[in-house]
């Protein structure tokens, strides 16, 4: 299996504009995580899906973020409008069960400008 | 609700040092403790894991005992290389919840 798949893993893009960001998890793991990353706040869970169903998103910083899990395969993390805090590097993360070790992306390194 | 606290950072160790990096937890019921790291510019990845109470977990050189009376989960390595120089996250099963991370520099 070629692991946690990100997509890009680098982004800079204007205040305002929206950014999204990609994700294609482990086949057959049935739980995503998306985190972000920043050196004031560490790792941050942002919200976290289990069989395509987000489970507990009270991560999420606020309205301007979204995330979607259409099928087992992909999921997203929007945010829009993007602004300069926004900038941290984003992780995806996938397991197998709750209760089995993550398998993590490359990271999205995203700079709002 | 269940929490990991992890030792603050940064250190740095000269190479051969003993490395040892606190981490306690809070949870419900019995989890799985893991330690990660992350090397520089690249995402998380599994150093070692403990499933139950007493279990070792060990990798490359490190180990730690998953100690419920004491509710750690201490990592240590005898003696640290250069390469071992990274960020360290303890990490309380449903994977939810990580330290905040302790970042180690050894120097030759």
């Known amino acids: 299996d070629a692991g946690v798949i990100q997509s890009p893993r680098h982004e800079v893009t204007e205040m305002g504009q929206e950014v999204t960001l990609r994700c294609k998890p482990i086949s057959g793991h049935d739980y995503l995580f998306w985190y972000r990353q920043t050196m004031m706040r560490g790792l941050e869970l942002l919200i976290y899906f289990n069989n395509n169903v987000p489970i507990d998103d009270s991560g999420m910083p606020e309205d301007r973020f979204s995330a979607k899990m259409p099928n087992a395969s992909f999921s997203t993390l929007k945010i829009q409008p993007s602004e300069p805090r926004d900038s941290a590097v984003y992780f995806c993360a996938s397991s197998r069960t709750g209760n089995t070790e993550a398998f993590f992306g490359q990271g999205t390194r995203l700079t709002v400008v | 609700g269940d929490s990991v606290t992890q030792m603050e950072g940064p250190v740095t160790l000269s190479e051969e040092a003993f490395l040892t990096i606190n981490c306690t937890y809070t949870?419900?019921?019995?989890?799985?403790l893991f330690w990660y790291v992350q090397y520089p510019g690249e995402g998380l990845q599994l150093l070692l894991k403990?499933?139950?109470?007493?279990d070792k977990g060990s990798n490359k050189g490190f180990e730690a005992t998953y100690r419920k009376e004491t509710t750690s989960f201490h990592l240590e390595k005898g003696s640290v290389q250069v390469s071992d120089s990274a960020v360290y996250f303890c990490a309380l099963s449903n994977q939810f919840y990580f330290g905040t991370g302790t970042s180690l520099t050894v120097i030759p």
């Open positions: 949870a419900t019921g019995y989890p799985s």
């Open positions: 403990a499933t139950k109470a007493d």
